[in-house]
């Protein structure tokens, strides 16, 4: 998680490996559960297939606190949490953002809420490199 | 938070990623430290102190910024 592949540790090769493999996962799911055909699905399978898509995220958070708890580095961890903290608040303002629309106009909205894992991952790790970026 | 982290290693003539690797921390944490952009931990200022075989208060300066 520094500012380049060959400044990696391999903690953080590790951790990045582990984070795109869950972020490959959700996209996938995302682009499979919409098609499948539920016409005969029981609720309970419903429950079943958000429980498995929320699965990747779960895996995330495990990789990032295993990661920080390994990080001997305290300023890394410092600007891990920043990032981190960036991600949330950017995800909370899109799905805010839809609720209302979706709330107040019924407009149809892309399923971009399922996405919420990518654009944590993306907007973190834009955070990430701005701060390292600012601290050469 | 201010510091004399520049002109100690100067002094030895380290580079930032000298000190970085005695002190086994990412040369962008020395920089932080250094432009005063990030405050170290007890534990930090302690390894930091012993380094350059001095206190951590002739090392840091209390900015008058600084909250009390």
Redesign the interface.
């Known amino acids: 998680m520094?500012?380049c592949n060959r400044n990696l540790s391999p903690l953080q090769r590790r951790s990045i490996s582990l984070i795109g493999s869950m972020m490959a996962i959700c996209g996938a799911f995302t682009a499979i559960f919409p098609r499948i055909e539920r016409n005969n699905f029981l609720p309970a399978t419903y429950y079943g297939i958000a429980l498995i898509a929320v699965l990747p995220i779960i895996g995330v958070m495990v990789v990032i606190a295993r990661y920080m708890s390994a990080e001997?580095?305290?300023?890394?961890r410092?600007i891990v949490v920043q990032s981190i903290l960036w991600g949330f608040g950017f995800v909370m303002v899109i799905d805010t953002y839809l609720a209302y629309v979706i709330e107040y106009h019924s407009f149809h909205v892309p399923f971009f809420t399922a996405l919420n894992l990518e654009i944590f991952l993306i907007t973190a790790a834009i955070a990430l490199r701005i701060q390292?970026g600012r601290?050469? | 938070m201010k510091n004399r982290l520049r002109v100690l290693r100067a002094e030895r003539n380290w580079s930032q990623a000298d000190l970085a690797q005695r002190l086994?921390?990412?040369r962008?944490?020395v920089?932080?430290?250094e432009?005063g952009?990030?405050d170290?931990?007890l534990p930090?200022a302690f390894r930091l102190a012993r380094l350059f075989d001095t206190t951590i208060e002739s090392i840091f300066i209390e900015d008058s910024r600084d909250p009390a």
């Open positions: 520094k500012n001997k580095d305290e300023y890394l410092h390292l601290n050469r | 086994e921390v990412s962008q944490s920089n932080a430290i432009t952009k990030f170290p931990s930090l």
